[in-house]
């Protein structure tokens, strides 16, 4: 069974960097065509992806945003952690991660989700 | 950066209704279209993958077409529990893109 669970601060203050941590089970980092992809909601509006890292340590970034992240990963944790420098309230959102395997390119396993808020 | 556009932004329709919703992309994505419900508080959830595979678990009123750049998702008898938002995507290359989502609503 494949679960996903976000974590990292609820509140974070303008210019900040905010750390989520996505921890898994079910799936393993070390599995060749394995993804873990970041992606983010804004209270009422779409979805918009952030992030993914590869099984391989292959990196890949929103063209908007990539000055501000990080993707890594540590295996022996089951773990995945984004960092976004320099947050703003525009930033406010869910923000999720999700697992997509190359082999049928899509997210088929979500976390529930944590809201980071961004305000002073 | 590929842009994904869907129509239409909303939609109000009754149960038992057919419901086509529709997602064209800036430029040619080959099959690699996935579609997603997501209800309130929830995460989403894929329902067609590569343009028209069912995702295992996902009732066969679901159905998806297309390739290139323009996409359909169809609902053949809307059920109570299909009242939701849904989202295109393309897996085509990274930057992945989303939809702005399409509100499904009971008339």
């Known amino acids: 069974q494949v679960t996903l669970r976000e974590s990292g601060p609820a509140l974070v203050k303008p210019t900040q960097t905010l750390t989520l941590t996505c921890t898994f089970s079910g799936l393993s980092l070390r599995d060749s065509g394995m993804c873990v992809s970041w992606i983010r909601q804004p209270p009422g509006k779409a979805l918009e992806w952030l992030a993914r890292i590869d099984w391989d340590d292959d990196k890949y970034y929103s063209t908007s945003l990539k000055t501000r992240l990080t993707i890594s990963k540590d295996t022996s944790k089951n773990q995945v952690v984004l960092t976004m420098t320099n947050m703003d309230p525009v930033d406010t959102a869910t923000y999720f991660c999700?697992?997509?395997?190359?082999?049928?390119?899509?997210?088929?396993?979500w976390g529930q989700g944590t809201l980071v808020t961004v305000s002073s | 950066d590929i842009q994904m556009t869907q129509s239409p932004s909303s939609l109000s329709a009754s149960v038992g209704d057919r419901v086509t919703i529709t997602c064209r992309a800036s430029q040619t994505i080959s099959s690699y279209l996935n579609w997603y419900q997501q209800k309130p508080g929830k995460a989403p959830k894929v329902l067609i993958y590569a343009a028209s595979s069912l995702q295992s678990g996902v009732p066969s009123r679901f159905s998806g077409s297309g390739s290139g750049t323009d996409f359909t998702l169809t609902i053949s008898s809307l059920q109570p529990e299909d009242f939701a938002t849904y989202y295109c995507q393309q897996s085509y290359r990274t930057p992945y893109s989303f939809g702005q989502g399409t509100k499904l609503e009971i008339k």
């Open positions: 999700a697992r997509m395997q190359t082999g049928s390119s899509n997210f088929d396993y």
